[in-house]
């Protein structure tokens, strides 16, 4: 899913008003002008201007050095113009963030903050910060994080042999049996790079490298050097479990300790230098309280009114209550297009599966219990509690751990790729 705290801070920033470094005219009044035209959009001179002081004032915020002004600019416009190429891929291919899918993030992000979503507009007004651009932002990061899984996530194949060699791989494996705080530079090669010319991207890394060494602050040589998705933010990449960390990273990062930074190495598509931030053991065996539920919903629609939907749920829950088989009647009533085969059957879930006014009510149940009709943002249900169990989901999570490290192992040399061939193939005539 997506990086709630990246996502917040991000869009936190772009929600920010910030005319601290606009230009002004005589009189006083703002002047907006284009920055970039990028096909048919265009990338404002305020949008420009806002993007760096966000930056700027966050680095500040985080004593995080800066590169100088013009090539700070040259970086941020860089990555506005390759947002809007996204953006315009997104339209053509008709993808929507809906309201509800909106609504589900910044629950999340609510939840993170300790706050009840309806309490959002109020936590971000109480910081100067308008909520309908909080929204906005937040749909673009949404739209490019969904953008990105269906043109290069769901692209690399994982092969259940190369799922089986990571398995044997984490029993032994120092790193995966470890956490780790990261940040990253990734310097790209060239499209088909010649010998010079990949002879010279390794030169200009070892210059980054020795800089590094000689105690230059990695945070400023990221901003200033790297073309990583995190590369404005100092290269951070947060803390990840060992198990998720990329395979690429793996044999570099064994011998490495909290505050260590890795000499240069190359993938097929780019250099890297990876910094241990800190580090910490983790605990091998993980279990979670799971349950077994089945459920009926209905789906208010351009036929059916909130209140028929609701009607429709009630009479179904008639029907169990007078001796009608609960699956039968979801079979034949449900509009969950999943479940209605299985009789409603959601199977063993686990916290944070559904949405929180489901999972309040599944919470309150005792085992056996059929729930009173109640409204998600799907519609109304009712539910039925069948069984708790506390489950050993050890190997599970291992399993899936196995998939994210193969991905991510060359996720962001894919990403990289992707992005220059989008860029490429765009037209750009830059303003400024």
């Known amino acids: 899913m997506l990086k709630i705290r990246y996502l917040m801070s991000i869009s936190l920033a772009v929600a920010t008003p910030s005319l601290a470094l606009a230009d002004l005219s005589e009189s006083g009044v703002f002047l907006d002008g284009v920055a970039a035209i990028v096909n048919e959009g265009v990338v404002m001179r305020s949008e420009l201007t806002e993007q760096t002081a966000n ?5 500040q915020t985080q004593n995080i050095p800066l590169p100088p002004a013009d090539i700070l600019r040259e970086q941020v416009l860089e990555r506005l113009i390759v947002k809007e190429i996204q953006l315009q891929r997104a339209e053509r291919i008709g993808l929507n963030i809906s309201d509800q899918v909106l609504n589900n993030v910044i629950s999340d992000i609510a939840r993170e903050q300790g706050l009840a979503f309806a309490d959002m507009p109020q ?20 739209t490019l994080e969904q953008l990105r899984r269906i043109d290069v996530i769901q692209r690399i194949n994982v092969s ?16 995966a049996n470890s956490e780790y705080s990261l ?22 890394v070892e ?43 793996t044999d570099v990062l064994a011998p490495l300790r909290k505050g260590d930074v890795s000499e240069p190495f190359r993938t097929t598509g780019a250099y890297h230098i990876i910094k241990v931030d800190d580090m910490k053991s983790v605990v091998e065996r993980s279990t979670v309280d799971q349950v077994l539920t089945r459920h009926i919903l209905v789906t208010p629609n351009e036929i059916i009114d909130d209140q028929t939907a609701r009607q429709k749920v009630t009479d179904a829950l008639e029907e169990i209550r007078e001796g009608a088989d609960f699956g039968e009647v979801a079979r034949l009533n449900s509009d969950d297009p999943t479940t209605a085969p299985l009789g409603g059957d959601l199977g063993w879930t686990g916290p944070g599966t559904f949405v929180p006014e489901f999972e309040q009510i599944v919470d309150n149940l005792e085992i056996g219990e059929i729930s009173e009709p109640f409204k998600s943002p799907f519609g109304w249900h009712v539910v039925q509690l069948m069984e708790k169990r506390v489950y050993d ?34 037209f750009v005539d830059l303003k400024i």
Request: hydrophobic share 40%.
């Open 183 to 204: 940040s990253h530079i990734l310097v790209p090669l060239p499209n088909a790079a010649t010998a010079a010319q990949i002879e010279d991207v390794r030169i200009a």
């Open 207 to 249: 210059a980054i490298y020795e800089r590094i060494q000689e105690g230059s602050d990695f945070r400023e040589m990221a901003i200033q050097y790297s073309r990583g998705q995190t590369a404005l933010q100092g290269g951070s990449l947060g803390w990840m479990p060992g198990e998720q960390v990329p395979s690429i990273f």
């Open 123 to 142: 936590f971000l007004a109480e910081q100067g910060l308008s909520y309908q651009a909080f929204r906005n932002s937040l749909r673009d990061d949404v």
């Open 55 to 59: 930056i700027i004032r966050t680095a």
């Open 160 to 175: 259940r042999r190369e799922v089986e060699q990571c398995l044997i791989d984490l029993e032994t494996n120092v790193v």
């Open 393 to 426: 989901n050890t190997e599970d999570l291992k399993e899936q751990n196995c998939q994210i490290r193969i991905r991510n192992g060359t996720l962001e040399d894919e990403t990289q790729l992707w992005i220059r061939r989008l860029r490429d193939e765009a």
